[in-house]
C-alpha cells in the first residue's frame, strides 16, 4: 500500500474508532484491521492499536472522578493494582506469542469480541438483576483474568469489566464506568509501556492514529446526543463480524 494511502486510510480508522469508543466502543475492529492491511505484522498491529486508543480512555475515567472518589482507597488501589498487573501479564503473553500462532488466533478473538460485544445490553441486564450476589468473592480473581485478557487483546474489553463488575453486585451504573474506564486505562498504559518496551509499537502509525483517535473521541461526544446508540451498535456488529470473515478467509 502506497505511504500516503496507508496513512490516510489509518488515520480515518482511527477516526472512525474513536467516533465509535464514544459512542458505543468497538473501535478496535477498525484500528487493528486497517493496521494489518497497512503491511504491520498482527502483533505489531495489535500493539499499535493498543496505544492508538489509549488516551480515549485517560479522558473518560477523568469525567468519572466523583464517582472513583467516593470509593474506599484500598479497594481502588487493590483494582489498580490487579489491573497493571494483568495488562503486564497479557501484553508479556503477547510478546511471547509467536506470530504464525497469533495470525490463527486473531480470526476467534474478534469474533469472540464481536458476540460479546452484541450481547453487552443483555448481559448487563442479566448481570444487573441480582444474579452477582453470590459472586462478590470473585471481584479480585475475576479482574485479573479480565486485565490480563485486556493486555493480551483489547478488543471487548469494556463490555467484559462492565459485565464482571454487574455480576458480582456493583448497583450504581456510574460507578461501574468508573471502574471500568479506570481498569482499562491502567491496563492500557502499563501493556503499552510493555509493548514500547518489546519494540512491538510502530511510532509512526501509532502516533499518528493516537491523534486521531482523540479527535474522533471528542466528535463522537457530540455525535452520541443525536445518532440512535442502536444504529452505531449494528454498525460496529456488522464491522466485527466482516473483519472476523475476513481475517478467517486470511489464515484459512
Given amino acids: ?24 466502543g468497538g473501535g ?23 496505544l492508538a486508543v489509549c488516551p480515549g480512555y485517560l479522558g473518560s475515567a477523568l469525567g468519572f472522578r466523583a464517582e472513583l472518589a ?5 479497594l481502588l488501589a487493590r483494582e489498580v493494582g490487579l489491573s497493571a498487573l494483568g495488562g503486564v501479564a497479557g501484553a508479556l ?30 448481559l448487563a441486564r442479566w448481570a ?15 479482574l485479573l483474568a479480565v486485565a490480563v485478557y485486556g493486555g493480551y487483546f483489547n478488543g471487548g474489553l469494556g463490555i ?16 461501574v464506568n468508573a471502574l471500568k474506564n479506570l481498569n482499562s486505562f491502567v491496563l492500557s498504559v502499563v501493556s503499552v509501556a510493555a509493548f514500547t518496551l518489546g519494540g512491538a509499537i510502530v511510532w509512526r502509525q501509532a502516533l499518528l492514529m493516537a491523534v486521531f483517535a482523540t479527535l474522533g473521541g471528542f466528535a463522537g461526544a457530540r455525535l452520541a446526543r443525536r445518532l440512535p446508540v ?19 478467509a486470511r489464515s484459512a
Fill in 1 to 24: 500500500m502506497e505511504p500516503l494511502l496507508s496513512s490516510a486510510a489509518l488515520a480515518a480508522a482511527a477516526f472512525a474508532a474513536g467516533v465509535l469508543n464514544a459512542i458505543a
Fill in 28 to 50: 478496535t475492529f477498525l484500528t487493528f484491521p486497517a493496521l494489518v492491511w497497512a503491511g504491520v505484522p498482527p502483533i505489531a498491529a495489535n500493539a499499535t492499536s493498543a
Fill in 70 to 74: 467516593a470509593l474506599p482507597r484500598a
Fill in 93 to 122: 503473553l503477547l510478546l511471547v506469542t509467536p506470530a504464525k500462532v497469533f495470525a490463527g488466533v486473531v480470526p476467534w478473538l474478534l469474533l469472540f469480541a464481536t458476540v460479546l460485544f452484541a450481547l453487552g445490553p443483555r
Fill in 128 to 142: 444487573g438483576g441480582g444474579h452477582g450476589t453470590g459472586l462478590a468473592r470473585w471481584r479480585l480473581p475475576a
Fill in 160 to 175: 467484559l469489566l462492565m459485565a464482571l463488575y454487574l455480576l458480582v453486585g456493583e448497583q450504581r451504573l456510574h460507578t
Fill in 230 to 248: 442502536a444504529w452505531v451498535r449494528a454498525i460496529v456488529i456488522v464491522t466485527g463480524l466482516t473483519m472476523s470473515a475476513l481475517f478467517f
